[in-house]
């Protein structure tokens, strides 16, 4: 069933394609439910006596006679049926007429149409109107699902899709914070994980309340662990991206000073990791805040400039602790030096003189190129081949990662996984495509989908890859 939970303690996921109403003694339940065009409906019953769910009206079901499974359910069964007519359908009981129910059905794909005739300044502000009036009226799930559509639909929405994902997880930390209810959504990871970014810059500016912020990620990760291993490390990441909000202008023009509370912060709710793990909460939460800093560089407001001379100069300035996550978390300035040059930028990430932090660097570099529409296979691979040695392997898996981080949300693993499997590929570099792609399914889907996908590649590069 899809139930709505309330925001002042749980939060929990559901599947918008597929719904469940059960039948109990008080009454179908829920007993009200709106779903899309082609979404399916799961009728149980827990009263333990054959029931009969069907469309209005009594006896007959003539209104939606298609919507009529025309025998009992037993109670221990189920009966699905999927709708395929936009309108209202009452149904209920045929053995228990007293019991009724409402299903709602529309065309989402006619809603998203509502912006084709919009010029393109205005588009941007149409795509947001129908996010927040889905958001609004049929819950964050829904909402992610707009999202998806538009990603679809909308070649230019990809490059806005971190923001839209980042916006969602602010209105809904106001739901939460107003206390009203709102389903958590296994599309949370939609868009590089925006929804936890929003969400945490949010709450850190309106209550600075850390408590509540572990206790948030904890849920998460306990209520979404079944759809994603990342949950947990991509909501402390948003704990260090909204610590570092450039409020205070006494620190403006002083980066070290503008991060270290919100490094002290990370230390605070990293506390019961001792020693902490390469990639842990406090990696994770330092990553979000030297990636909110690398986002404040970008203003002049924070009095902040780019150091032309070495992009990377905060981050060698750092505890070994910290450095990883901020070589990585500062490419985008590295491109913005380089004016997006990826053979320059390789060369200075080159200049980083430990494996431990030029390599993931170099990850994070090549990551990038499908978001800037370096998508041609030749080119990248001539690229990766004339980078020094102990880049090259690195180039190639990456690559293919960029696919999964910035793909239509649900398909990431597709172009992947053609790349991974090109003919242009040595054996060598296949294997090691294939298993940094294959250990990442699980970031981004079920475990059912993920062995799906996994045996669905040639056995002799998936036994070292596949994790469920």
């Known amino acids: ?35 899309n065009k ?58 228990a007429p007293l019991y009724r129910g409402i299903i709602n059905v529309e065309d989402k794909r006619s809603q998203l ?13 149409c795509w947001e109107r129908l996010v927040d009036s889905t958001l609004q009226n049929k819950g964050l799930s829904e909402a992610f699902e707009t999202v998806a559509d538009l990603y679809q639909k909308e070649p230019q ?20 914070a107003d206390k009203k209810d709102f389903e958590l959504s296994d599309k949370s990871s939609y868009c590089g994980y925006g929804f936890y970014h929003g969400f945490m810059e949010t709450l850190l500016q309106t209550t600075a309340d850390m408590n509540q912020a572990r206790k948030f990620c904890e849920y998460a990760d ?26 205070d202008p006494r620190y403006w023009g002083n980066a070290q000073a503008m991060i270290k509370p919100a490094l002290e912060l990370c230390e605070k709710v990293s506390d019961d990791e001792n020693p902490p793990p390469r990639y842990g909460k406090l990696f994770r939460c330092a990553s979000g805040v030297f990636n909110g800093l690398e986002i404040l560089a970008s203003s002049n407001q924070y009095k902040l400039s780019l150091n032309r001379g070495d992009p990377f100069w905060i981050c060698r300035n750092q505890p070994d602790k910290y450095k990883e996550a901020c070589f990585m978390q500062f490419i985008v ?27 993931p660097t170099l990850q994070s570099l090549v990551v990038e190129l499908p978001h800037q529409g370096k998508i041609d296979y030749k080119e990248t691979l001539s ?34 996984l053609k790349f991974c499997k090109s003919f242009l590929l040595t054996d060598q570099e296949k294997q090691a495509c294939l298993k940094r792609i294959l250990s ?23 036994w070292n890859g596949c994790r469920y």
């Open 222 to 247: 306990t209520q979404l662990k079944k759809t994603t291993s990342d949950a947990k490390g991509a909501c402390f990441h948003g704990i260090g991206h909204g610590a570092v909000d450039g409020s």
């Open 440 to 462: 990442l399914l699980r970031i981004w889907y079920t475990a059912e989908k993920s062995k799906e996908i996994c045996q669905g590649v040639d056995e002799k590069y998936r």
């Open 113 to 125: 149409n509502d912006c084709d005739n919009v010029k393109d300044e205005k588009m941007v502000e």
């Open 383 to 416: 690229y990766c081949r004339n980078l020094p040695v102990r880049f090259r392997e690195t180039c190639v898996y990456s690559f293919a990662e960029g696919f999964m981080k910035y793909g239509p949300p649900q398909k990431e693993y597709v172009e992947a």
């Open 333 to 359: 300035a590295l491109l913005n030096v380089t004016g997006n040059d990826f053979i320059e930028s390789a060369k200075i990430i080159d200049s980083i003189k430990e494996d431990e932090y030029a390599l």
């Open 38 to 95: 082609g979404d399916a409906v799961v009728f149980t019953t827990n009263r333990k006596q054959p029931f009969w769910p069907a469309s209005n009206l009594h006896p007959t079901h003539g209104i939606y006679p298609q919507f009529d499974p025309r025998q009992p359910i037993e109670s221990n069964q189920s009966w699905s049926f999927r709708f395929d007519k936009v309108g209202t359908w009452k149904y209920h009981d045929h053995l």
């Open 157 to 176: 929405f990809a490059l806005s899709c971190h923001d839209f994902a980042h916006k969602l997880g602010e209105k809904a930390y106001k739901l939460f």
């Open 1 to 35: 069933m899809k139930d709505k939970i309330s925001s002042s303690n749980i939060f929990t996921s559901s599947n918008p394609q597929t719904y469940t109403v059960n039948l109990t003694e008080d009454g179908f339940s829920p007993q009200d439910l709106t779903i």
